[in-house]
Structures are given as C-alpha cells and as structure tokens.
C-alpha cells in the first residue's frame, strides 16, 4: 500500500505526463541519485529475428525463460530474467502461417505467456490460471489469421508479472501480411524495432526493482541498450516503436536543431497500418503500445545527429531516448503512400459498457468500477459475434493516467471527450491511455474463441494492484 507522499509523488508523475502533449517539461520530484551513464556510448543492437526449430506448415519455438547474464550497461554484466537468458529477442510471423511456442519455464517463479494484440483461442492467451509453474512447460498456438501488425510477448501472471516484464521477460513480434508486404514502405534493414522502458539499476549495476516507485527508473533503454545511437542511411526509415516500461510515458519528438522538429509520419498503431500517414512533429506512447512512424533521414546531410527526445521525462533526468547519426547515403526506393489501410467496419453496435478507472486512497488499490481484480469472478460476458461500445472514464482523483487493454481483439476508437479520435488512433489498436478527468469510447467485436479472457489497465504497478478485470467471451 502507498503512504501519502507516495501518492502524491504518483499523481504529481501523473500531472507531467498530462503536461507533456504541451511541451512542458516541469515537475516535482527530487533527480535520482542514480548516475547517470553518457548518453550515446553505445550503438543500438538491432534484434536479429529468432530462427524457428522447425517449419512445417507452422513455425515452432522452443523458447525458455531463465535468468541470465546480459550486457545492459557499458563493461558490465547485469542479471536479467529472459527467453533464452537474452534480452528484448524478435519473432517474425507471416499472416495463416501458425507459430507454435513450447516454452519451459525455468525461472523459480510462476510464469504465463502472453501475446499482446494476438487473437488467439483461450489456452493460448496466458490466463493466470494456466500460469506454468517453475520447472514446467507448455505449449502456445498462435494461429496469426489476423492483420499484420507489430506485437509482443510477455508475462501475464498474476502477481510476478510487473518484475518478470522488468527484468526483461519481454519479446517483441512481428506479424506482416501480403497487404503490407506489397506497399513500397522502408523494408529490410530499413524497417526497425525499437523497444523503449526505463530501468533503474544500483552501483553494481544490478537492476533494482521496487513496485512503488516507478518514476525512479531513470535510464532509458533502447534494444535493452542505454541511450544508444544508431548510424543511419540519408533515405527513409520505418521505425516501430514499442513501449514495454511497466508505468512510463513517453512522449517522442526528434530533434534535428529546428523549432519543430523531424517529421515523424505515422504509419500504424497497436494494431497495424493506419487508414492514412498521420505526419506529427511528437508522439505519445504509453505501456503496452506501439506507433511505427517513417523517417526521412535524406533531409539532413551526412554527418547529423538527431537525437530522439522524451519531452515528458521527469524532472532530474535527461530526455535523450537514443541518437541516430547519418553516416552515408542509400539509394531509397520506397515511399509512404497516401492511402494505407481501411479500417474494418466492426458493425452496428448492440451492447454498451462503462468502466470507470480510478485509484482508491482508502484501500491503496486500483479499481474497474469500484472493485479490485478477483480471479474467481466473472465481471462481463460479451457474446461472440456482437459490438460492443466501451466508455473509459478516467476518474482517478489523484490525476492518475489509467489504460485499458482487451485481449483477444483490436478496437476502433470512436471518441475522446466526445470528439473523433486524432489521425493516429484512426486504425486499430489494443491498449487506449486516458487522462484523468477524461473519457475515450471504443467499439469491439469478439470473434472466434470463446472462453475467459482479461482485460486491465497497462500501467503494470495499477494491474498488479487490482485494476484488471475477467470478461468471459459467450455465444
Ligand atoms: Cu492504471
């Protein structure tokens, strides 16, 4: 349970991030006695995707999750918790063509995968009732019969799941489709994952984590890298940014030494490309999410250095994320083209919900509607094949930003505030932040598997303290 400076050191967090879409950078916490290690001393590792044991008409993994020794920090070993023992590893996936995931779990703590964005049936989904328990295995079907789209992978036990994410049991995965494949959009060694979280790690450049302070986590890490650079072509990038930090916001912007900084064009969101490029000069990005914006780096001459800047970093830190370094020139084929991808029509809906979202001084938890996360409880059950309109009403009184995240689909964000949603939340996505005092609506539509499935608020502090709730999918 949080004391009262906690709390309020939390909401004043809170307040920052609000302040952050205005460009603010202001806040109240004293800097983190944490040295800082120089930005820019290391490149960024750029994860080379993981070779399946065997194809054959699936994709099979044998992954493991252990703990292990990696090298985070420059000249040191730091003790992590991964598949394999490694850090922030890439699965490629083609749209109909199954993964298959036998996983061991050698930690000495429970473990539950789970794909984030996957439509996949319910033994697949990491319920935390089919956690695999220290020394045990099981085995995930990912069938990938959806559109393509950046996803990720990580653990959904109950009560472990906040550490074991933080001590890097996080993957990222890939899934393109022919529709994708066929836009002339940057491809190869021009499409990049960039997996964005903050940690905090002590004189021994061991990771510290603790639960209640989840904005003293001051290095940024890029690739599981700390504020790495990245030596580019002069031509386009695609860039698909993930957050995987257990509570941090971030708030991008890429400064190339002009008052408005690099054009980021948006290409997609949670779920895939957007039904049009949505040009912006920053972007938010909140746990759980992922933006995928192109870059044109033939603007700048050989020899510049963007740096990419979190202009919601907390007071005492740097906002340096990562540096790209324009090295050479390319020859650049490809381009955004004006039209990406409709968005689906998900029909006319005929179920509404509310979910109120809010932190409860009196009991230290987070709750959906007034009730903290009970296992044995069914909260809803929406009928398969049905839309349903959601209301996320923010209405923490301590100015606590609050997510939510449905598994097993995608939404439509019909609104915030009772206006349209910005041209970047236009497509598909799987986890909407809302501001305190605000409201978001989404439509939804459950399909093809039924069965017990969660949905919670992605800040992983507030779902470890109760705010997730059990929706049960019914014909
Ligand atoms: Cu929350």
Not at 9 to 29: C, S
Request: aromatic letters at 6%; proline letters at 9%.
């Amino acid at each position: 349970m949080l004391n009262r400076r906690q709390l309020l050191r939390r909401g004043a967090a809170a307040g920052l991030l609000v302040a952050a879409p205005a460009g603010l950078i202001v806040g109240g916490r004293p800097g983190s006695a944490e040295a800082a290690t120089a930005a820019f001393t290391v490149p960024l590792a750029v994860p080379r995707p993981l070779r399946p044991a065997r194809r054959a008409g699936r994709d099979l993994y044998r992954l493991v999750t252990q703990e292990g020794e990696a090298a985070i920090l420059p000249g040191a070993r730091t003790r992590i918790r991964g598949f394999g023992g490694t850090l922030a590893p890439l699965i490629v996936a083609h749209r109909d063509r199954p993964v298959v995931v036998e996983l061991g779990n050698r930690l000495a703590e429970p473990f539950a995968l789970h794909l984030h964005g996957g439509h996949v049936p319910v033994h697949s989904d990491g319920h935390p009732k089919d956690q695999i328990e220290p020394g045990g295995r099981r085995t995930y079907c990912y069938p990938n019969a959806q559109r393509a789209m950046t996803l990720w992978m990580h653990d959904h036990t109950h009560h472990a799941h906040a550490e074991n994410i933080y001590r890097g049991l996080a993957a990222t995965y890939l899934l393109t489709d022919r529709f994708e494949e066929q836009l002339p959009l940057p491809k190869g060694q021009y499409d990049v994952v960039l997996q964005l979280r903050d940690a905090k790690f002590d004189e021994n450049n061991a990771l510290v984590y603790d639960m209640h302070r989840p904005e003293d986590r001051p290095t940024i890490l890029v690739n599981a890298r700390p504020r790495p650079y990245f030596e580019v072509a002069a031509r386009k990038y695609r860039l698909r940014l993930v957050n995987t930090a257990n509570e941090r916001g971030f708030f991008l912007r890429l400064s190339d030494g002009t008052q408005a900084g690099a054009e980021l064009v948006q290409i997609a969101a949670d779920g895939g490309l957007l039904p049009a490029p949505a040009p912006t000069g920053a972007l938010a990005l909140w746990p759980g999410e992922r933006n995928e914006v192109v870059v044109d780096f033939s603007r700048y001459p050989v020899g510049t250095e963007l740096v990419l800047e979190n202009l919601a970093a907390f007071e005492g830190e740097t906002p340096e994320v990562m540096r790209f370094d324009v090295v050479r020139t390319a020859p650049d084929p490809s381009s955004v083209p004006a039209a990406l991808r409709p968005a689906p029509d998900l029909g006319t809906p005929a179920v509404r919900r509310d979910f109120h979202l809010a932190f409860d001084p009196a009991s230290g938890q987070h709750l959906i509607n007034g009730k903290p996360f009970d296992i044995s409880r069914v909260d809803i059950r929406p009928r398969l094949n049905v839309t349903e309109v959601w209301t996320i009403r923010n209405s923490d009184t301590l100015g606590i930003p609050h997510s939510l995240h449905p598994h097993l689909e995608q939404f439509r964000v019909l609104s915030r505030d009772g206006r349209p949603p910005a041209p970047g939340e236009a497509g598909l996505k799987d986890t909407i932040t809302v501001m305190a005092g605000q409201s978001a609506e989404i439509a939804l539509r459950f399909t093809d598997y039924t069965g017990p499935y969660m949905y919670h608020c992605h800040m992983l502090g507030h779902q470890m303290m109760g705010m997730m709730g059990q929706m049960e999918i019914v014909r």
